[in-house]
């Protein structure tokens, strides 16, 4: 299967409404984001990995599945669990590792998600191994004759882990519902996308394993569902898995331990911020007609609102027991 | 009560599970039309159908990574390791997804799965055939680590990691499967993880041992009792978690300890059972507490005399024994 | 004061080598005691100051009584007297020149509270829980360690347990002359006569602890063994050829110098595999014939003698026997001699020949059969092959044999033995 470019604002299946709560959850991955960043820089989070820069991509392919299909985001996917109904208070509760994280009680990093209740998939730090559980994931749907979809997110880097490699060749062979889909923002921490493969999109690595690979404009949220739409589409059909490349940029560093300025220009960096996707869907919803410029004002406040209360709520909250830490290490 | 090996406890115990639970599945490689390079499936793709015995592609990360997604989404897998000297590729997906998933989504996933693998060593398998990889696994808190040394236990515990809710990794000793044969119960009959088998009763000292040398501590006690030992002999049965009480009444008993395992001397699992004897028998121990296990080299060799050499058989056992009763 | 030595149950202080006021290290030696075994340098078992002296130079203490006081580094006032040999792991020979720390085992055994008696975890809770000291109570067990057994017994009778201990341990080693074997009806010694009085211009000599021990042991052996004694004739010109062309490039190459000891040794225990009988001892209702051949030599020292023991001596060449025997006298000379080299010997090999005795009647060597004497080398006119004179390197041997468990004719002929082989020596004598 060849495979194809989607171009820039494709026709939109989407309604006026759902196109502002998409903008909305862009928005609010950006605030979140940054409030984030500015509470680590003030001794407040010890951790933070930011996506800023690819909102577009992440709200894009978690609106283009279905709430009975299964998601395993990557740590960066703080753009797809809001889509998927997370909050700003569940985040900032993760964030600073209170008891009600729903993702693991305080347990976990920040950016480690899951949420059975929304089909959100538990997952680690040793990346890439969650394709390999969405592969399990989709044959046991499959199995029972249900239509889900398991849609995997990674950076490009981790399709250099042999997981990933095993995992297209076993979705391959038995035309698993599997939607691999890679956030390519450009750089695996300092390690641009050139030391990470040979060819030029992630997408041809598809070729190899005789699968559907598409490479999308990340930045462009319209192309980004469409695609996951299609991809998803072919795969309840039967015919098998796609691999689904968002190529964006990564504005910030890769966390809040990391140093871009040794590995990238400034330049680099400010050509990209204007491309930024929360740029491109304000143009657009405003060409639209979908909002006027005082609705969008008017939602950044409450945008911002939201995510002030939500840090509020978090610091307020109390930490796990310490003698919650020895439960759950087997069935109770 | 039928007599029958080792190898046949393993099949009886998956196809039973697989006929009771349309949920079990197996996976692994040549598991399917071949039935296993040792035939621990044979008849099970026929039986069950190619979706629920799958022929996996060759990789043990993605045999492993992929049973643990389908334990995520609700079947109960069966990962077959086609030997434990390959487990090694798989270790990533055991050690930080399966071992760790409930803990760290607080309880929201787990993960029912049983992940086997044939062991151990005497088979001419060289290097990378013959090894005991169970220590690894004893240190990760998430797992449960079972070696079933009879084809009733073999049969029973195999039932019950089918059946547990956490993820078993269940190692069967090659040598074992067809060359120790017992009865097994008819019906279904499940034996307990997590607790250890008293063998044999004795006076003057306990040997704890699981696999293929708890057949061989057999051995050497009753030998030993012709020479007027009384040697206790305890099969561990599982080793994480390890049934220390039992492991404790027994030293309380008998007052001395000898520890046989295949695996290398240095941290295997008798290092585990010394230090759990030292810190709770202090006050019992007549003897300084013995290991006798396969000597710290990266593996057995081929040839045959290093072989024997390595692996410790009924005599080695017995005499390790009246050495520690000489004391 | 430590015990150096198993059934030691004194000792004198010899020479102090410090002083009160002296700080010192672990294991720095603190002064030279005498036994009558063994002279022994004891160690400080910790450092610190050294601060007080509880025993002159010659006072001779019991077995954990205090010899000194030392103020413990960085224990602030505590004062350890220092008592108990310190610990040590084994009871086997260490090359250290002191001898205190490879006697933990007796000292284990014996000494009261403050050493730690050898044992398990288990038959120390047992004893715990009776009551029982276990320093009163004999261990049978490895390394003399005091089993279950040993406390069952100790508790049912304890006056029983400490007269009989139980023969579970195996005897590799013939106990030493001082450890005496109940079977042997043991007949009072005559009680000594009276010393004479003492004349202006007479003087006094102490008695050292050697002198005392080996007057005790001659009287004894005078008196329990009926002494008889033989004396052969043997020409020793092969010998003495067969050294003088190898002597050279042997003490050049092997670094010890090749007397005539080795040769007669090797003589005297090949004749002993002859005759097992002279590798004997009296056992009151039988006689033990020991299975393995440990030969004494005798070694004069400054104020005595002592016999360390060749073990095992018919497995040496007679090369090997120059190395081991100079060893031991060697060693003997310099006063470092362990208590493992003074145990076990089954017979003795005396060399007053070379003080220029021709002629001598040995005392045996307690509780062994017999002891050989080699004489003084001199030459001689003898009457050869037809009736010639020649002029021979001649030598005597003396031996003196236990009537009890020897005859003559045995003892004859041993010595023939003897005297052939050493005559039968030469040119093709093999002396690796």
Known sequence: MAKTKVSPKATSSLGPAEVRKMYRNMLLARTVDERMWVLNRAGKAPFVIPCRGQEAAQVGWAAGLRPTDFFLPYYRDIGVMLTLGYTARQAFLSLIGKAEDVTSGGRQMPGHYGWRERHVITGSSPVTTQVLHAVGIAYASRMRGEDAVAAAALGEGSTSQGDFHEALNWASIYKLPVLFVVENNGYAISSPQAKEMAVQDAAERALGYGMAGVTVDGTDFFACYEATVQAAERARRGDGPTLLEFKMYRLLPHSSDDDDRTYRSRDEVDAWKERDPILRMQQHVLEAGVMTAEDDGALRAEVQAEVDEAIAYAEAAPYPPVEDMFTHVYAD | ?327 | MPQLGESVTEGTIGRWLKKAGDHVEKYEPLCEVATDKVNAEVPAPFGGTLTALLADEGQTLKVGEPICDIAESGAAAEMVPVQAAPPAAAASPEPAPSVAASVAAAAAAATPARGRVRTSPYVRRLAQEAGVDLALVPGTGAEGRVTREDLERFRVSPAAAVAAPASSAPPAVWQAPAAAVPSVPTHAAPAPSAPPAPIAGDSFLPLTPMRRTIAEHMVRSKHESPHATAWFEVDMSPVVALRKSLRAEFEAREGVPLTYLPFVTKAAVEALREFPQINASWGGDKIIIHGAIHVGVAVAVPDGLVVPVLRNADGYSIAGLARAANDLITRARAGRLTLADLEGGTFTVNNPGSYGSVFSAPVINQPQAAILSMESIVKRPVVVEGDAIAVRSMMFLSFSFDHRILDGATANQYLASVKKRLEGMGPGTQVY
């Open chain 2, 1 to 327: 009560m039928a007599v029958k090996n080792l190898i046949d406890g393993i099949r009886e115990a998956m196809s039973e599970e697989m006929a009771r639970d349309e949920r079990v599945v197996l996976l692994g490689e040549d598991v399917g039309k071949r039935g296993g390079v040792f035939r621990a499936s044979e008849g099970l793709v026929d039986a069950y159908g190619e979706q629920r015995v799958i022929d996996a592609p060759l990789g043990e990360s993605g045999i492993v990574g992929v049973a643990i997604g389908m334990a995520l989404n609700g079947l109960v897998p069966i990962a077959e390791i086609q030997f434990a000297d390959f487990i090694h590729p798989a270790f990533n997906q055991i050690v930080s997804e399966a071992a760790k998933i409930r803990y760290r989504s607080d309880n929201d996933f787990h993960v029912p799965m049983v992940i086997r693998a044939p062991f151990g060593g005497g088979v001419h398998g060289g290097l990378y055939h013959s090894q005991s990889v169970e220590a690894f696994f004893m240190h990760v808190p998430g797992l449960k680590v079972v070696i079933p040394s009879t084809p009733a236990d073999a049969k029973g515990l195999l039932k019950s990691a089918i059946r547990d809710e956490d993820p078993v990794v269940f190692f069967e000793h090659k040598r074992s499967y067809r060359l120790v044969r017992g009865e097994i119960p008819d019906g279904d009959v499940t034996v307990p993880i997590g607790k250890a088998r008293l063998v044999r009763e004795g006076k003057d000292l306990s040997i704890f041992a699981y696999g293929l040398m708890a057949f061989y501590a057999e051995q050497a006690a009753q030998t030993l009792a012709q020479e007027g030992i009384s040697a206790e002999v305890i099969d561990l049965r599982t080793l994480l978690p390890l049934d220390r009480e039992a492991i404790l009444q027994s030293v309380a008993r008998t007052h001395r300890a000898l520890i046989v395992h295949e695996a290398n001397h240095t941290m295997g699992a008798g290092a585990e059972v010394a230090a759990t004897i030292a810190e709770g028998a202090l006050y019992e121990l007549d003897a300084p507490i013995r290991r006798l296990t396969g000597p710290d080299i990266p593996a057995m060799p081929f040839n045959t005399p290093q072989e024997e050499h390595f692996m410790p058989n009924p005599e080695k056992i017995a005499q390790a024994a009246r050495e520690l009763c000489a004391l």
